[in-house]
């Protein structure tokens, strides 16, 4: 399923981005719930950001009202959410696909995503059959992790990760998180691990830190 999407070409009117980033919004917010921080980045290259929605789906814990979720949330079984992330990964895949298409290869793309939306990132990420430029994963975890091994790829065992985390986050605890990047680390993945004291949220100075991880990524 093609997703809506918002795209942003950030730089100079007329100036080619170096690269994309394509942004996954968390849970029941949409495309443009990231929007406002791109001026706050201090990019030093052009680069094309590219917020996705997505789809409305009835959620377990609100009832099985509709809301904006890249897969259904059922505490009691968190495992069901597989095939909705595996739709979600191919929905993200063709947004790739896309930026090739407008001469923006892989391997000039950051996956990136916040609470639900860093899970698709890093699911797709991991398993990518072409190299790309960065994943960036915010207040999220690693799926399934008890299979991971069962799932990645070679292709992106190099590619920078970087994940950051509240240290009072209450929807995803921070063990959670650190469980994730002990997974990932002993996958011999590169994890650049940063915390905050926020809860399930976006802080000051961790947009410092992602324009800084960005700028390393395109320069």
């Known amino acids: 399923m093609s997703l809506e999407r ?4 950030t730089g100079k009117p007329g100036a080619s981005p170096v690269g994309s980033v394509i942004w996954m919004h968390g849970f029941g917010a949409d495309a443009h719930d990231f929007e406002p921080i791109i001026p706050m980045l201090d990019l030093e290259e052009p680069l094309r950001f590219v917020f996705p929605n997505a789809p409305l789906r009835p959620i377990t814990i609100s009832g099985g009202a509709k ?93 920078p990760i970087l994940m950051v985390h509240g240290q009072a986050d209450q929807m995803i605890p921070m063990a959670m998180a650190v469980n994730s990047r002990t997974a990932l680390s002993d996958l011999n993945y590169r994890v650049e691990w940063r915390e905050y004291p926020m809860g399930h949220e976006v802080c000051p100075q961790e947009i410092t830190a992602i324009g800084e991880w960005l700028n390393t990524i395109y320069t």
């Open 67 to 159: 809301l904006r979720a890249w897969y259904d949330i059922n505490p009691q079984a968190p495992m069901a959410a597989s095939g909705e992330i595996k739709a979600s990964v191919a929905s993200i895949t063709e947004i790739v696909a896309d930026q090739a298409a407008s001469g923006i290869s892989p391997q000039r793309v950051v996956l990136a995503g916040f609470s639900q939306g860093g899970v698709i990132a890093l699911e797709l990420g991991l398993a990518f059959p072409e190299k790309l430029a960065g994943i960036l994963a915010l207040s999220t975890y690693v799926h399934d992790q008890e299979h991971l091994a069962q799932r990645i790829g070679p292709a992106n065992r190099e590619t």
């Open 6 to 9: 918002i795209i942003i070409d």
